[in-house]
Protein backbone atom coordinates (compact mmCIF):
# COMPACT_ATOMS: atom_id res chain seq x y z
CA UNK A 1 0.00 0.00 0.00
CA UNK A 2 0.96 3.39 -0.72
CA UNK A 3 2.65 5.50 2.47
CA UNK A 4 0.64 8.54 1.86
CA UNK A 5 -3.08 6.40 1.66
CA UNK A 6 -2.44 4.58 4.38
CA UNK A 7 -4.21 5.00 7.33
CA UNK A 8 -1.93 4.85 10.36
CA UNK A 9 0.84 7.02 8.76
CA UNK A 10 -1.91 9.58 7.88
CA UNK A 11 -2.42 9.50 12.01
CA UNK A 12 0.76 9.86 12.98
CA UNK A 13 1.72 12.32 10.63
CA UNK A 14 -1.72 14.60 11.44
CA UNK A 15 -1.33 13.26 14.85
CA UNK A 16 2.16 14.80 15.78
CA UNK A 17 1.81 18.27 13.69
CA UNK A 18 -1.42 19.42 15.35
CA UNK A 19 0.37 18.06 18.51
CA UNK A 20 3.84 20.14 17.90
CA UNK A 21 0.94 23.09 16.62
CA UNK A 22 -1.06 22.81 20.05
CA UNK A 23 1.99 22.77 22.37
CA UNK A 24 3.38 25.53 20.69
CA UNK A 25 0.22 28.03 20.88
CA UNK A 26 -0.86 26.92 24.19
CA UNK A 27 2.61 27.74 25.57
CA UNK A 28 1.82 31.46 24.53
CA UNK A 29 -1.85 31.34 25.78
CA UNK A 30 -0.61 30.09 29.29
CA UNK A 31 1.79 33.06 28.73
CA UNK A 32 -1.29 35.50 28.23
CA UNK A 33 -3.40 33.78 31.26
CA UNK A 34 -5.63 32.19 28.15
CA UNK A 35 -5.90 28.80 29.43
CA UNK A 36 -9.10 28.61 29.35
CA UNK A 37 -10.00 30.18 26.48
CA UNK A 38 -8.84 26.72 23.67
CA UNK A 39 -11.75 24.70 26.21
CA UNK A 40 -14.69 27.66 25.59
CA UNK A 41 -13.94 28.37 21.90
CA UNK A 42 -13.41 25.03 21.02
CA UNK A 43 -17.24 24.33 22.13
CA UNK A 44 -18.28 26.77 19.48
CA UNK A 45 -17.14 24.81 16.90
CA UNK A 46 -19.63 22.06 17.36
CA UNK A 47 -22.69 24.21 15.76
CA UNK A 48 -20.32 24.92 12.77
CA UNK A 49 -19.82 21.48 12.44
CA UNK A 50 -23.27 20.79 12.83
CA UNK A 51 -23.99 23.18 10.08
CA UNK A 52 -21.42 22.28 7.88
CA UNK A 53 -22.51 18.40 7.73
CA UNK A 54 -26.16 19.29 7.12
CA UNK A 55 -25.20 21.20 4.04
CA UNK A 56 -22.76 18.39 2.98
CA UNK A 57 -19.13 20.41 3.30
CA UNK A 58 -16.17 19.91 5.04
CA UNK A 59 -16.56 20.38 8.54
CA UNK A 60 -13.48 21.51 8.66
CA UNK A 61 -14.74 24.77 7.24
CA UNK A 62 -17.67 24.44 9.11
CA UNK A 63 -15.48 24.54 12.25
CA UNK A 64 -12.96 27.42 11.15
CA UNK A 65 -16.15 29.77 10.45
CA UNK A 66 -17.90 29.26 13.89
CA UNK A 67 -14.24 30.00 15.75
CA UNK A 68 -13.68 32.99 13.56
CA UNK A 69 -16.74 34.26 14.80
CA UNK A 70 -15.75 33.25 18.12
CA UNK A 71 -12.80 34.99 18.09
CA UNK A 72 -13.54 38.13 16.88
CA UNK A 73 -16.51 38.26 19.24
CA UNK A 74 -13.62 37.40 22.13
CA UNK A 75 -11.39 40.49 20.50
CA UNK A 76 -14.38 42.69 20.23
CA UNK A 77 -15.32 42.15 23.72
CA UNK A 78 -11.85 42.11 25.42
CA UNK A 79 -11.38 45.98 23.43
CA UNK A 80 -14.84 47.74 23.13
CA UNK A 81 -16.33 46.51 26.79
CA UNK A 82 -15.62 46.76 30.35
CA UNK A 83 -17.60 44.01 31.04
CA UNK A 84 -16.30 40.68 32.56
CA UNK A 85 -15.86 38.72 29.14
CA UNK A 86 -15.17 36.18 31.69
CA UNK A 87 -19.24 35.55 32.28
CA UNK A 88 -20.16 36.46 28.88
CA UNK A 89 -17.48 33.96 27.20
CA UNK A 90 -18.63 31.44 29.70
CA UNK A 91 -22.34 31.90 28.83
CA UNK A 92 -22.42 32.70 24.97
CA UNK A 93 -20.33 29.01 24.31
CA UNK A 94 -21.55 26.41 26.84
CA UNK A 95 -25.18 28.18 24.69
CA UNK A 96 -23.48 27.57 21.48
CA UNK A 97 -22.74 24.10 22.88
CA UNK A 98 -26.18 23.09 23.41
CA UNK A 99 -27.15 24.28 19.79
CA UNK A 100 -24.48 22.44 18.86
CA UNK A 101 -25.77 18.98 20.47
CA UNK A 102 -29.50 19.64 19.04
CA UNK A 103 -28.40 20.02 15.66
CA UNK A 104 -26.12 17.66 15.00
CA UNK A 105 -26.87 15.10 12.81
CA UNK A 106 -26.96 11.87 15.56
CA UNK A 107 -24.52 9.63 13.86
CA UNK A 108 -21.51 12.41 13.69
CA UNK A 109 -22.28 13.60 16.95
CA UNK A 110 -19.82 11.89 18.99
CA UNK A 111 -17.14 11.66 16.32
CA UNK A 112 -17.29 15.97 16.68
CA UNK A 113 -17.31 15.88 20.14
CA UNK A 114 -14.25 13.16 21.12
CA UNK A 115 -12.82 13.44 17.47
CA UNK A 116 -11.89 10.50 15.17
CA UNK A 117 -8.15 10.54 13.72
CA UNK A 118 -8.77 6.78 12.53
CA UNK A 119 -11.18 8.10 9.54
CA UNK A 120 -8.18 11.00 8.35
CA UNK A 121 -7.50 10.80 4.67
CA UNK A 122 -4.89 12.34 2.49
CA UNK A 123 -6.62 15.54 1.73
CA UNK A 124 -6.94 16.21 5.68
CA UNK A 125 -3.72 15.57 5.90
CA UNK A 126 -2.59 18.48 3.48
CA UNK A 127 -4.54 20.96 5.04
CA UNK A 128 -2.86 20.19 8.64
CA UNK A 129 0.23 20.69 7.38
CA UNK A 130 0.23 23.53 5.38
CA UNK A 131 -2.04 25.32 7.95
CA UNK A 132 0.11 24.83 10.40
CA UNK A 133 3.51 25.75 8.43
CA UNK A 134 1.29 29.13 7.83
CA UNK A 135 0.67 28.71 12.16
CA UNK A 136 4.40 28.99 12.63
CA UNK A 137 5.45 31.02 10.09
CA UNK A 138 2.67 33.85 11.84
CA UNK A 139 4.23 33.04 15.09
CA UNK A 140 7.98 33.45 14.25
CA UNK A 141 6.53 37.27 13.09
CA UNK A 142 4.31 38.02 16.70
CA UNK A 143 5.70 36.32 18.73
CA UNK A 144 8.43 38.62 20.43
CA UNK A 145 5.53 41.25 20.62
CA UNK A 146 3.53 38.79 22.06
CA UNK A 147 5.56 37.88 25.58
CA UNK A 148 6.45 41.84 25.65
CA UNK A 149 3.06 42.63 26.11
CA UNK A 150 2.46 40.07 29.09
CA UNK A 151 5.03 41.60 30.51
CA UNK A 152 3.87 45.45 29.78
CA UNK A 153 1.40 46.49 27.34
CA UNK A 154 3.04 49.66 27.12
CA UNK A 155 6.64 48.81 26.96
CA UNK A 156 5.54 46.45 24.53
CA UNK A 157 3.80 49.55 22.35
CA UNK A 158 6.89 51.81 23.28
CA UNK A 159 9.06 49.41 21.42
CA UNK A 160 6.39 49.73 18.47
CA UNK A 161 4.46 46.50 19.18
CA UNK A 162 0.96 47.17 18.02
CA UNK A 163 -0.84 44.69 21.14
CA UNK A 164 -4.32 44.92 19.62
CA UNK A 165 -2.90 44.09 16.25
CA UNK A 166 -0.98 40.76 17.31
CA UNK A 167 -3.54 39.64 19.89
CA UNK A 168 -6.34 39.59 17.10
CA UNK A 169 -3.47 37.63 14.81
CA UNK A 170 -3.12 34.98 18.10
CA UNK A 171 -6.92 34.61 18.22
CA UNK A 172 -6.86 33.84 14.73
CA UNK A 173 -4.44 31.15 15.13
CA UNK A 174 -6.00 29.48 18.09
CA UNK A 175 -8.75 29.09 16.16
CA UNK A 176 -7.08 27.75 13.40
CA UNK A 177 -5.08 25.26 15.11
CA UNK A 178 -8.42 24.57 17.52
CA UNK A 179 -10.53 23.82 13.98
CA UNK A 180 -7.49 21.48 12.90
CA UNK A 181 -7.17 19.45 16.21
CA UNK A 182 -11.13 18.95 16.14
CA UNK A 183 -9.97 15.36 14.13
CA UNK A 184 -7.67 14.30 16.31
CA UNK A 185 -9.13 15.02 19.87
CA UNK A 186 -13.26 16.74 18.90
CA UNK A 187 -14.54 19.53 20.71
CA UNK A 188 -14.44 18.33 24.29
CA UNK A 189 -11.16 17.43 24.99
CA UNK A 190 -9.32 20.04 22.18
CA UNK A 191 -9.19 22.69 24.91
CA UNK A 192 -7.29 19.91 27.10
CA UNK A 193 -4.58 19.58 24.11
CA UNK A 194 -3.65 23.15 23.88
CA UNK A 195 -3.02 23.74 27.55
CA UNK A 196 -2.08 20.24 29.11
CA UNK A 197 1.40 20.04 27.41
CA UNK A 198 2.21 23.57 28.09
CA UNK A 199 1.70 23.24 31.23
CA UNK A 200 3.90 20.34 31.69
CA UNK A 201 7.07 22.49 29.96
CA UNK A 202 5.99 25.51 32.32
CA UNK A 203 6.61 22.87 35.19
CA UNK A 204 10.40 22.48 34.56
CA UNK A 205 11.54 25.28 32.26
CA UNK A 206 13.15 28.73 33.45
CA UNK A 207 13.89 30.45 29.90
CA UNK A 208 11.01 31.13 27.67
CA UNK A 209 13.24 29.26 24.91
CA UNK A 210 12.79 25.61 26.90
CA UNK A 211 9.34 26.36 27.60
CA UNK A 212 8.22 27.20 24.00
CA UNK A 213 10.75 23.42 22.67
CA UNK A 214 9.26 21.37 25.25
CA UNK A 215 5.88 22.45 25.19
CA UNK A 216 5.50 21.60 21.08
CA UNK A 217 7.80 18.42 22.03
CA UNK A 218 5.23 17.19 24.99
CA UNK A 219 2.39 18.13 22.23
CA UNK A 220 3.84 16.17 19.75
CA UNK A 221 4.65 13.02 22.30
CA UNK A 222 1.58 12.87 23.29
CA UNK A 223 0.09 12.44 20.03
CA UNK A 224 2.59 10.11 19.00
CA UNK A 225 2.00 8.06 22.43
CA UNK A 226 -1.61 8.15 22.34
CA UNK A 227 -2.25 6.85 18.70
CA UNK A 228 0.40 4.21 19.07
CA UNK A 229 -1.41 3.14 22.72
CA UNK A 230 -4.94 3.52 21.17
CA UNK A 231 -4.27 1.24 18.29
CA UNK A 232 -2.17 -1.04 20.90
CA UNK A 233 -5.24 -1.00 23.61
CA UNK A 234 -8.05 -1.02 19.96
CA UNK A 235 -9.45 2.12 22.38
CA UNK A 236 -10.53 5.74 20.69
CA UNK A 237 -7.22 7.41 20.21
CA UNK A 238 -8.50 11.21 20.97
CA UNK A 239 -8.71 10.15 24.91
CA UNK A 240 -5.46 8.73 24.96
CA UNK A 241 -3.88 11.80 23.26
CA UNK A 242 -5.06 13.71 26.08
CA UNK A 243 -4.40 11.06 29.10
CA UNK A 244 -0.77 10.90 27.62
CA UNK A 245 -0.58 14.88 28.09
CA UNK A 246 -1.95 14.23 31.58
CA UNK A 247 0.68 11.28 32.22
CA UNK A 248 3.38 13.98 30.99
CA UNK A 249 2.36 16.81 33.10
CA UNK A 250 1.95 14.33 36.33
CA UNK A 251 5.86 13.30 35.81
CA UNK A 252 7.06 16.81 35.33
CA UNK A 253 5.51 17.73 38.52
CA UNK A 254 8.14 15.45 40.14
CA UNK A 255 10.66 17.72 38.73
CA UNK A 256 8.70 21.58 39.19
CA UNK A 257 11.45 24.58 38.89
CA UNK B 1 18.94 76.23 32.77
CA UNK B 2 20.58 76.39 29.63
CA UNK B 3 20.25 74.80 26.06
CA UNK B 4 17.38 73.94 23.91
CA UNK B 5 14.38 72.46 24.40
CA UNK B 6 14.35 68.99 23.93
CA UNK B 7 10.65 68.73 24.51
CA UNK B 8 7.98 71.54 24.18
CA UNK B 9 4.18 70.17 24.74
CA UNK B 10 1.69 72.99 24.02
CA UNK B 11 -1.97 72.41 25.16
CA UNK B 12 -1.84 69.04 25.76
CA UNK B 13 -5.58 67.24 26.17
CA UNK B 14 -6.59 63.24 26.86
CA UNK B 15 -9.72 61.84 26.77
CA UNK B 16 -10.97 58.25 26.98
CA UNK B 17 -14.54 58.18 25.89
CA UNK B 18 -15.75 61.48 27.13
CA UNK B 19 -14.18 61.53 30.26
CA UNK B 20 -11.20 64.19 30.56
CA UNK B 21 -8.23 62.74 31.60
CA UNK B 22 -5.76 65.80 30.81
CA UNK B 23 -6.50 69.31 29.93
CA UNK B 24 -4.50 72.63 28.47
CA UNK B 25 -0.95 71.43 29.54
CA UNK B 26 2.27 73.70 28.43
CA UNK B 27 5.34 72.92 29.59
CA UNK B 28 9.06 72.08 28.04
CA UNK B 29 12.84 70.46 28.68
CA UNK B 30 15.63 71.19 28.54
CA UNK B 31 18.63 69.18 27.57
CA UNK B 32 19.84 66.85 30.86
CA UNK B 33 17.04 68.69 33.13
CA UNK B 34 15.60 65.89 35.44
CA UNK B 35 11.98 67.23 35.40
CA UNK B 36 9.32 65.37 38.43
CA UNK B 37 5.53 64.87 37.45
CA UNK B 38 3.82 64.84 40.92
CA UNK B 39 0.08 64.81 41.69
CA UNK B 40 -2.13 62.43 43.27
CA UNK B 41 -3.68 59.08 42.24
CA UNK B 42 -5.52 59.48 39.12
CA UNK B 43 -4.41 62.97 37.99
CA UNK B 44 -3.41 61.46 34.73
CA UNK B 45 0.80 61.74 35.50
CA UNK B 46 0.98 57.83 33.66
CA UNK B 47 -1.49 59.48 31.14
CA UNK B 48 1.06 62.02 30.43
CA UNK B 49 3.87 59.66 30.08
CA UNK B 50 2.15 57.72 27.69
CA UNK B 51 0.81 60.93 25.56
CA UNK B 52 4.46 61.46 25.66
CA UNK B 53 5.33 58.23 23.58
CA UNK B 54 2.38 58.09 21.36
CA UNK B 55 0.99 55.55 22.88
CA UNK B 56 -2.30 57.37 23.30
CA UNK B 57 -4.58 59.67 20.95
CA UNK B 58 -4.09 63.79 22.78
CA UNK B 59 -4.79 66.78 21.07
CA UNK B 60 -2.32 70.09 21.35
CA UNK B 61 1.06 69.30 20.28
CA UNK B 62 3.97 67.78 21.65
CA UNK B 63 6.76 68.31 19.93
CA UNK B 64 10.27 66.01 20.54
CA UNK B 65 13.59 67.58 19.40
CA UNK B 66 14.33 65.93 16.04
CA UNK B 67 15.96 62.46 16.15
CA UNK B 68 15.43 62.07 19.79
CA UNK B 69 15.58 58.49 20.95
CA UNK B 70 13.19 57.60 23.87
CA UNK B 71 13.91 55.19 26.76
CA UNK B 72 10.74 53.96 29.04
CA UNK B 73 10.32 52.25 32.64
CA UNK B 74 6.54 51.25 32.86
CA UNK B 75 4.81 51.67 36.45
CA UNK B 76 3.42 48.48 35.60
CA UNK B 77 4.89 45.45 34.12
CA UNK B 78 3.60 41.97 35.06
CA UNK B 79 6.79 39.72 36.27
CA UNK B 80 5.39 36.82 38.14
CA UNK B 81 7.63 33.95 39.97
CA UNK B 82 6.23 31.65 37.29
CA UNK B 83 7.15 33.43 34.52
CA UNK B 84 9.06 31.06 32.33
CA UNK B 85 11.58 33.95 30.80
CA UNK B 86 15.18 34.53 31.71
CA UNK B 87 16.97 37.68 32.14
CA UNK B 88 18.68 36.93 29.01
CA UNK B 89 16.07 36.04 26.98
CA UNK B 90 13.92 39.61 28.06
CA UNK B 91 17.54 41.78 27.01
CA UNK B 92 17.44 39.80 23.73
CA UNK B 93 13.85 41.11 22.66
CA UNK B 94 16.07 44.32 22.42
CA UNK B 95 19.85 43.69 21.79
CA UNK B 96 21.67 40.30 20.88
CA UNK B 97 25.09 41.10 21.70
CA UNK B 98 26.13 39.85 25.21
CA UNK B 99 28.92 42.17 25.78
CA UNK B 100 26.30 45.67 25.19
CA UNK B 101 23.75 43.50 27.70
CA UNK B 102 26.70 42.81 30.28
CA UNK B 103 27.76 47.09 30.11
CA UNK B 104 24.00 47.63 30.53
CA UNK B 105 23.75 45.44 33.80
CA UNK B 106 26.93 46.87 35.29
CA UNK B 107 25.99 50.37 34.82
CA UNK B 108 22.85 50.09 36.77
CA UNK B 109 24.85 48.72 39.73
CA UNK B 110 25.40 44.98 38.53
CA UNK B 111 29.11 44.68 38.44
CA UNK B 112 30.44 41.38 38.91
CA UNK B 113 30.63 40.07 35.25
CA UNK B 114 30.64 36.13 36.51
CA UNK B 115 27.94 36.90 38.69
CA UNK B 116 26.28 38.37 35.57
CA UNK B 117 27.09 35.83 33.09
CA UNK B 118 26.45 32.67 35.52
CA UNK B 119 23.45 33.62 37.65
CA UNK B 120 21.95 36.87 36.92
CA UNK B 121 21.62 36.17 33.09
CA UNK B 122 20.15 32.27 33.06
CA UNK B 123 17.95 33.44 36.10
CA UNK B 124 14.42 33.71 35.57
CA UNK B 125 13.63 37.44 35.84
CA UNK B 126 10.48 36.69 38.14
CA UNK B 127 12.99 35.06 40.96
CA UNK B 128 14.96 38.10 41.36
CA UNK B 129 13.77 40.59 44.13
CA UNK B 130 11.69 43.77 43.31
CA UNK B 131 14.91 46.26 43.80
CA UNK B 132 17.10 44.27 41.43
CA UNK B 133 13.80 43.88 38.69
CA UNK B 134 13.95 47.39 38.59
CA UNK B 135 17.16 47.84 37.55
CA UNK B 136 17.08 45.06 35.08
CA UNK B 137 14.51 47.44 33.81
CA UNK B 138 16.29 50.69 33.81
CA UNK B 139 19.11 48.94 32.34
CA UNK B 140 16.85 47.18 29.44
CA UNK B 141 15.43 51.25 28.79
CA UNK B 142 18.83 52.18 28.91
CA UNK B 143 20.75 49.70 26.10
CA UNK B 144 20.37 51.58 23.26
CA UNK B 145 21.24 54.68 24.62
CA UNK B 146 18.39 56.88 24.55
CA UNK B 147 18.40 60.66 24.89
CA UNK B 148 15.59 61.17 27.40
CA UNK B 149 14.19 58.29 29.92
CA UNK B 150 11.19 58.13 31.37
CA UNK B 151 10.71 56.69 34.46
CA UNK B 152 6.85 55.90 35.81
CA UNK B 153 7.23 55.02 39.80
CA UNK B 154 6.33 51.91 40.54
CA UNK B 155 3.38 52.25 43.21
CA UNK B 156 4.50 48.93 45.13
CA UNK B 157 6.59 46.36 45.36
CA UNK B 158 10.00 48.18 46.37
CA UNK B 159 10.85 49.01 49.94
CA UNK B 160 12.04 52.56 50.59
CA UNK B 161 15.74 51.67 51.01
CA UNK B 162 15.43 50.13 47.80
CA UNK B 163 14.21 53.20 46.33
CA UNK B 164 16.58 55.63 47.31
CA UNK B 165 19.20 53.94 45.85
CA UNK B 166 17.21 53.80 42.73
CA UNK B 167 16.88 57.10 42.35
CA UNK B 168 20.61 57.47 42.98
CA UNK B 169 21.02 55.16 40.33
CA UNK B 170 18.81 57.11 37.90
CA UNK B 171 21.02 60.10 39.21
CA UNK B 172 24.92 59.25 38.45
CA UNK B 173 23.39 57.74 34.57
CA UNK B 174 22.05 60.86 34.10
CA UNK B 175 25.05 62.57 35.11
CA UNK B 176 27.25 59.54 33.15
CA UNK B 177 25.76 59.69 30.33
CA UNK B 178 24.30 63.13 29.94
CA UNK B 179 20.75 62.32 29.16
CA UNK B 180 17.54 63.98 30.70
CA UNK B 181 15.07 62.54 32.96
CA UNK B 182 11.13 63.08 33.29
CA UNK B 183 9.73 60.79 36.29
CA UNK B 184 6.90 60.16 38.32
CA UNK B 185 7.27 60.27 41.80
CA UNK B 186 4.70 60.12 44.41
CA UNK B 187 7.50 60.80 47.25
CA UNK B 188 8.19 64.81 47.16
CA UNK B 189 11.81 63.81 48.90
CA UNK B 190 12.37 62.19 46.40
CA UNK B 191 11.29 65.33 44.01
CA UNK B 192 13.29 67.88 46.26
CA UNK B 193 16.89 65.58 45.98
CA UNK B 194 17.00 64.93 42.43
CA UNK B 195 15.02 67.15 40.26
CA UNK B 196 15.66 70.67 38.95
CA UNK B 197 12.28 71.15 37.62
CA UNK B 198 8.62 69.90 38.65
CA UNK B 199 5.30 69.98 36.82
CA UNK B 200 1.98 69.42 39.55
CA UNK B 201 -0.57 67.48 37.52
CA UNK B 202 -4.29 66.79 38.53
CA UNK B 203 -6.18 66.81 35.45
CA UNK B 204 -4.64 70.25 34.36
CA UNK B 205 -1.22 71.96 35.56
CA UNK B 206 -1.11 73.03 38.88
CA UNK B 207 2.30 74.57 38.83
CA UNK B 208 5.29 74.36 37.33
CA UNK B 209 8.93 75.50 37.97
CA UNK B 210 11.46 74.78 40.28
CA UNK B 211 10.83 72.01 43.41
CA UNK B 212 11.89 75.03 46.19
CA UNK B 213 10.21 77.67 44.50
CA UNK B 214 6.51 75.99 42.94
CA UNK B 215 6.28 73.44 45.94
CA UNK B 216 4.64 75.71 48.42
CA UNK B 217 1.82 74.90 51.05
CA UNK B 218 -0.78 76.73 48.75
CA UNK B 219 -0.11 74.93 45.82
CA UNK B 220 0.56 71.59 47.18
CA UNK B 221 -3.26 72.35 48.98
CA UNK B 222 -4.45 73.04 45.90
CA UNK B 223 -2.72 69.68 44.06
CA UNK B 224 -3.84 67.02 46.73
CA UNK B 225 -7.16 68.51 47.47
CA UNK B 226 -6.57 70.16 50.68
CA UNK B 227 -4.21 67.46 52.18
CA UNK B 228 -0.99 69.07 53.66
CA UNK B 229 -0.98 66.61 56.11
CA UNK B 230 0.74 64.31 53.43
CA UNK B 231 3.09 67.00 52.46
CA UNK B 232 3.99 67.75 56.46
CA UNK B 233 4.24 64.15 56.73
CA UNK B 234 6.81 63.74 53.81
CA UNK B 235 8.88 66.08 55.50
CA UNK B 236 8.85 64.48 59.09
CA UNK B 237 10.64 61.76 57.35
Request: proline residues 4%; aromatic residues 8%; glycine residues 10%.
Amino acid sequence: MNIITNPLFLQFLVGITIGLGAGYLGSFMILKRMSLVGDAISHVALPGIAVALIFKINPFLGAFAALLLAVVAIWFLEKKTNLPSETLVGIFFALSLAVGILITPQPELLEALFGDITKIGPFDALITLVLTVIMFLVMFKIHRGLTLSVISKELAQSMGVNVSKSSFLFLLLIALVVALGLKVVGVFLMGALVIVPAAAAKNISISLGDFIKLSAFFGGISALGGILLANYLNLHPGPIVVLTSGAIFLLTLLFKK
Amino acid sequence: MSGEPILTVENLGVKFDNNEVLRGLNFFIQKEDVLAIVGPNGAGKSVLLRALLGLVPYSGKINWAPGIKIGYVPQKFNIDKDLPLSVEEFFKFKEKKLEKIISALKSVGITDEHHIEHHILKQRLGWLSGGQIQRILIAWSIIDNPDVLLFDEPTAGIDVGGEETIYNLLKKLKDERGFTVLLISHDLNIVYKYANSVICVNKEMVCHGEPNTVLDPASLAKLYGGETSFYKHEHNH
